[in-house]
C-alpha cells in the first residue's frame, strides 16, 4: 500500500484481538481511534508506551478515544502483556502483519549500528468517520499520551 497521509480513509481492519474475538474497526465509527503500532509485547519501550497509554486511559476514554494497540504478538503473548501490566485497552495480534503493511509500520529500523526490517513504532488517530486525523512517526515511549492529546 502507498504511504498513508492525514485526510485518508483508514485502512480496514479485521483481525483477531488478545482473547481470539473478532476485530473490526468500523465498530468503532462515531468514536475516535488512536491506533498504535509497536514491536513486541513485554519490551522496555514498548512496555513504557504501552503504561503511558494505560495510565491516562480515562481521559482517553473522557475525551471520546478508544485504544487498540498493534503488534505481530500472537493473542497468548498479548494477554500474557495485558495481565502483567493491567492494561484497559484491545491489543490485536497481526501475526500475518497484514495491519502492520497496510498502515505502513513495517519498514526499515536501525539499531546499534545495524539496519534491519521490522515494525515502525507509529500511532494514528482515526476520526469519527474512519479518516487519518494525525500520524505520530517519532513516538516518545514515556510522553506518547502528550503527543495524541495536544
Not at 513486541?40 to 497509554?53: F, V
Not at 490485536?92 to 546499534?112: C, E, R, S, T
Request: hydrophobic fraction near 30%.
Amino acid at each position: 500500500m502507498s504511504k498513508l497521509n492525514i485526510g485518508d480513509k483508514a485502512p480496514d481492519i479485521y483481525s483477531t484481538d488478545q482473547d481470539a474475538n473478532s476485530f473490526d474497526l468500523s465498530t468503532f465509527k462515531g468514536k475516535k481511534v488512536v491506533l498504535f503500532f509497536y514491536p513486541k509485547d513485554d519490551t522496555p519501550g514498548c512496555t513504557k508506551e504501552a503504561c503511558n497509554l494505560r495510565d491516562n486511559y480515562a481521559r482517553f476514554q473522557s475525551e471520546g478515544y478508544e485504544i487498540v494497540g498493534v503488534s505481530a504478538d500472537s493473542t497468548e503473548k498479548h494477554q500474557k502483556f495485558i495481565t502483567k501490566y493491567d492494561l484497559p485497552f484491545t491489543l490485536l495480534a497481526d501475526v500475518d502483519k497484514k495491519i502492520i503493511n497496510d498502515y505502513g509500520a513495517w519498514g526499515l529500523k536501525k539499531f546499534m549500528g545495524k539496519e534491519y526490517e521490522g515494525i515502525i513504532r507509529m500511532t494514528y488517530v482515526i476520526d469519527e468517520d474512519g479518516n487519518i486525523e494525525d500520524i505520530i512517526d517519532k513516538v516518545k515511549t514515556k510522553e506518547h499520551t502528550s503527543q495524541i492529546l495536544k
